[in-house]
């Protein structure tokens, strides 16, 4: 029966209880959106570029890899399957803390180790506070000055990660400059927003999203000389899981000692301070979409959201451990999806059909060989457009959760000392500036003054 027909205007989309979660399977609960699928099934190509970081962290063989990538792709599926309306993705900011610490440990099982108690750990960590319901309360305490501070932070993070000398944007500058614009004015303009709303081929053209972007990143490459042709490949993905399991996870190395869950406590907590501002993005962002959309009642639990990617961190623990994490939003095609359901209820039923046909479009995009092999020579054009529009939307979001000047002032050392010193040096300088300069009004929500 197809639920999602029956859908009653301005109440939530159709869905089965299920304790804490609302279970949605496609095309009973919600649309199928094919738009959202096939832009899913070419940025594919950003999950596989996690492919290098794992190679170089762990000596990984790329068949491994790619096993790690593919089962993270299935428990991308859980987010909208048990009600989180989200697009979810890396905890990408965090990934240069991440590296860090694990680099402290020699190649081969030390470093496995602790990749496994790190994960765990930060799993535990949001579990913990999803099933006593503190994650929502962590969300409403937490002063908007720090809040502002913690997105602004990272959205500088990822445009630098871009940028930095030998960086993506150096060995691909005239390809990311093509691509990100156009990204850019297809999904930012207000002038090519005026062109959906007068023509039928500009309005089916936006709603493609930036799958046409990645189509054209795999032609202008090559002719710019800074990508190889594609060599097309038939059949379906090999990941060797045998491998995987036998050098990478407990079931070959066998579980960490304590003490590696111990060092790797302080790692933990800064990733899940980074990770925090992800939680808030996706908070702010679909409020924003809520007020547009009055037909379609959208609720985002932070709680619910920290025991799904929470248990999926645990899982990737033991049977896959990512250097990627797994955190609560991709938000370069969480806001894409958005910026489309924006545009009503022709353009996207439900936001659970494009969050759930993007990821089943992403996991069908890793199974094929032919689109693994074609979009494998701009995996790095591909990261840095996902990166750059992730950077674009922190700032506009991060500067919109200050309430006044002060707070915009703390929110920017913040930022500063986020992306300098890590994540854990930001929270502490956030909590400093805010107490000297509102004192006992630390949590008090400060009147907005621009």
């Not at 609960?29 to 832009?39: G, I, N, V």
């Not at 969300?139 to 871009?162: E, T, Y």
Request: proline share 6%; glycine share 10%.
């Amino acid at each position: 029966m197809n639920r999602w027909k029956n859908h009653v205007y301005g109440a939530e989309a159709p869905y089965t209880p299920l304790g804490p979660f609302k279970l949605r399977l496609p095309f009973v609960h919600y649309r199928f959106e094919l738009p959202d699928y096939f832009q899913g099934l070419l940025m594919c190509a950003v999950d596989l570029a996690a492919i290098p970081l794992m190679v170089d962290l762990l000596g990984m063989p790329f068949e491994a890899a790619i096993a790690i990538v593919m089962l993270n792709g299935l428990l991308y599926l859980t987010h909208h399957l048990l009600g989180d309306p989200v697009v979810p993705g890396w905890i990408t900011p965090a990934i240069p803390l991440l590296i860090a610490y694990v680099e402290i440990f020699p190649m081969g099982p030390d470093r496995v180790h602790a990749l496994i108690s790190f994960q765990m750990t930060l799993g535990l960590l949001a579990v913990l506070l999803g099933s006593t319901r503190l994650a929502s309360k962590v969300v409403q305490i937490i002063p908007q000055a720090i809040k502002s501070g913690i997105i602004l932070g990272a959205g500088i993070a990822a445009i630098m990660v871009v940028f930095k000398e030998g960086g993506r944007f150096d060995m691909y500058p005239l390809s990311i400059s093509i691509a990100v614009g156009l990204a850019f004015y297809l999904i930012f303009s207000k002038h090519f927003a005026k062109l959906t709303k007068s023509s039928k081929f500009w309005r089916n053209l936006g709603n493609l999203g930036i799958f046409p972007i990645v189509i054209l990143a795999v032609i202008i490459a090559p002719l710019l000389r800074e990508a190889p042709w594609p060599t097309i490949e038939w059949g379906i993905t090999n990941p060797n899981f045998g491998l995987m399991f036998s050098d990478y996870t407990i079931f070959g190395v066998g579980f960490p000692p304590l003490e590696m869950f111990l060092t790797s406590i302080p790692t933990a907590f800064a990733a899940y301070i980074v990770l925090f501002g992800d939680v808030l993005q996706s908070k702010a962002i679909l409020e924003e979409a809520d007020e547009i959309r009055a037909d379609e009642k959208i609720d985002y639990n932070a709680n619910r959201a920290h025991l799904i990617f929470g248990g999926r961190n645990m899982l990737m623990s033991l049977f896959g451990p990512d250097i990627t994490m797994s955190g609560p939003l991709w938000s370069a095609m969480h806001i894409v999806i958005v910026e489309r359901y924006k545009q009503g209820k022709k353009s996207m039923d439900s936001i659970f059909g494009g969050s759930g046909s993007f990821r089943w479009g992403t996991n069908t995009g890793l199974l094929f060989l032919p689109v693994v092999s074609l979009v494998k020579p701009i995996l790095g054009i591909a990261l840095a457009l996902t990166l750059l529009i992730q950077g674009f939307v922190s700032f506009r979001i991060g500067v919109m959760e200050a309430r006044s000047k002060k707070d915009l002032g703390i929110a920017g050392v913040i930022a500063g000392v986020l992306v300098i010193k890590g994540a854990a040096w930001a929270f502490v300088t956030g909590i400093l500036l805010t107490f000297l300069i509102y004192g006992f009004k630390f949590f008090k929500e400060q009147e907005k003054d621009f």
